[in-house]
């Protein structure tokens, strides 16, 4: 039933709020809303264009005839035109016909705020509502513990348009499709949260989701709004978190999208020095302006409170945070202080987290940032940007370049896969191995190493376990978890057919087991962000190419030892220095035979002796297998 409302739904506190930059639940009155007045039905537009002198509403109920339906502009100043259409409902068409007071352009745009599109190429808003009973009730009360900062946290990233397709249909899956198969393989995989690169409306599929044209809209490629709730439904009632890939950064310039909404520049920066983004030829979000803040935080808001998402991951922060980002001497300018940091931009995203976290205490954003800029993931009370984690950029590079070198010459470049653990405790890092290491000519991240067909996978299965062992959570790019040869295709599905092959299905079944050792080993994941979670054995032995940590959880007898052999000698015996007496039991390996490894495990208890080495008090003698990762317990 169509709710009631008066002529308006803004009040003069919305107004306050708007153009203070404060309002945070815009979606609640901007864009279309069936509703009945006067006990008419029909629906309640509402849009912002101040440089207008007319807006009219067209659309396939009135032959999209410009002026038929004309809005009204409010008295305060505000710019927002509103208006009550009868007899339009849930499935119309429409856009908005905005005459600019700016020379007599007249511009012809999708509603911003519009809850569902038209299925691209087509570009026209369409009315919706749902009223989709959520069943994740459970997950809801508990997610705080699945989300929180010492909680295991590996992250499957998903591009849905290629994961999985209908081959015999050439399509893509469905999101209720979706909502059994990738559930049912995530759920397999014991990943703990899925990331979707951005399910936002977008016109451009090269794009891979990452120029935004529907903020507020699901895109209809996969379906309908209430069966993207579906998928993430699922996912929460098999016990998985969902986060969505966010872009507060920049947008494209479609005509029917944000640039020059009105005839003026309003979303955008009006100078190009800060208003476009040469690398993507795209528009940057004019921070700014407060109704541009209160429009953005609104959309993460949106998507934490409509769809239940657990998580934003923000695309692009290291470009919104210098005004100098890919620019040259001359194509910017300095701000206030003389500095190159975009104050605006750092102010809206510490507004950004403040609000996430006061109304959403159990979810984490985190910035794909790639620089130096310090205290990303520190609060703002603290002078921080306020964000849950932050990517690793350099664990990224610096890992896949040690990796992609020839054993015989590792011992050279011991400090490339030591050197993270010197800052890795300033900030909350998640370690990611993404989509953007798979594309471009970077080949797939099996590609990327070196030797025979069982080297590169023994390599694999030791680069995933280093990655898992290192403090941080992890997140992995689809495909890369079974060793998907070829580069990824955005417009093709994953190879599945590889499982096919014994490599890669021991490959597969390798991650599944690397996902379930990380959940149910504490000393991997609760002191993930701290240094009291790690302590170094052996950094140096750069001969060998081997090196050696604890692993440290709230619980000092639930420690273990990791031992990382980068070459493809076993090494019997090889002493590693101990804290304490007791015994070592091998509890994971990467060598054993089920993974497709040689089968040169530690299968028995080693004594750990009262001799000193690597500075401890205590040694063993423990057996190491070819380019493999071992885990022992310490039991005293």
Known sequence: MAKVIPHSLFTEFDIYLFKGGKHFRLYEKFGSHICTVDGVEGTYFSVWAPSANQVSVIGDFNFWKDGKHKLNVRWDSSGIWEGFIPNVGKGNLYKYKIHSNNSGIITEKADPYARRNEHPPKTASQVWSDDYKWKDKNWMKTRKEHNALDAPYSVYEVHLGSWRRKAEENRFLSYIELADELVDYVKEMNFTHVELMPIMEFPYDPSWGYQLTGYFAPTSRFG????????????????????????????????????????????????????????????????????????????????????????????????????????????????????????????FLKQLNEEVYRSFPDVQTIAEESTAFPMV?????????????????????????????????????????????????????????SHDEVVYGKNSILGKMPGDEWQRFANLRLMYGYMYTHPGTKLLFMGSEFGQYNEWNFQESLDWNLLEFEPHKNMKNYFA?????????????????????????????????????????????????????????????????????????????SDSEKFGGSGNVNSRQITIKKNPWNGKEYSADIKLSPLGISIFKIKK
């Open 377 to 433: 993931s520190k609060p703002t009370s603290m002078g921080g940007l306020g964000f849950g984690m932050k990517w690793m950029m350099g664990w990224m590079h610096d890992t896949l370049d040690y990796f992609s070198k020839d054993p015989i010459y590792r011992e050279y470049h011991q400090n490339e896969i030591t050197f993270s653990l010197a800052y890795a405790f300033t900030e909350n890092f998640m370690l990611p191995l």
């Open 224 to 347: 309908y709004p209430d069966e993207f709730k579906v998928l993430v439904d699922k996912l929460h009632q098999a016990g998985i978190g969902i986060i969505l890939d966010w872009v507060p950064s920049h947008f494209p310039s479609d005509d029917h999208g944000l640039g020059f909404f009105d005839g003026s520049h309003l979303y955008e920066h009006p100078d190009r020095k800060k208003g476009y983004h040469q690398d993507w030829k795209s528009l940057i979000f004019n921070y700014e302006r407060n109704e541009v803040r209160s429009f953005l935080i609104s959309n993460a808001i949106f998507w934490l409170e409509q769809y239940h998402a657990d998580g934003l991951r923000v695309d692009a922060v290291a470009s919104m945070l210098f005004l100098d980002y890919s620019r040259e001497d001359g194509e910017w300018e300095p701000n206030e202080f003389g500095g190159r940091e975009n104050l605006a931009a750092i102010s």
């Open 513 to 589: 087991a690397l996902n379930t050792i990380y959940k149910s080993t504490p000393a991997l994941y609760e002191n993930g962000f701290s240094s009291e979670g790690f302590e170094w054995i052996s950094l140096d032995d750069s001969k060998n190419s081997v090196i050696s940590y604890l692993r440290k959880g709230k619980n000092p007898d639930e420690n273990v030892l990791v031992v990382c052999n980068f070459t493809p000698n076993t090494i019997v015996p090889y002493k590693v220095g101990v804290n304490t007496s007791g015994k070592l039991k091998e509890i994971f390996n």
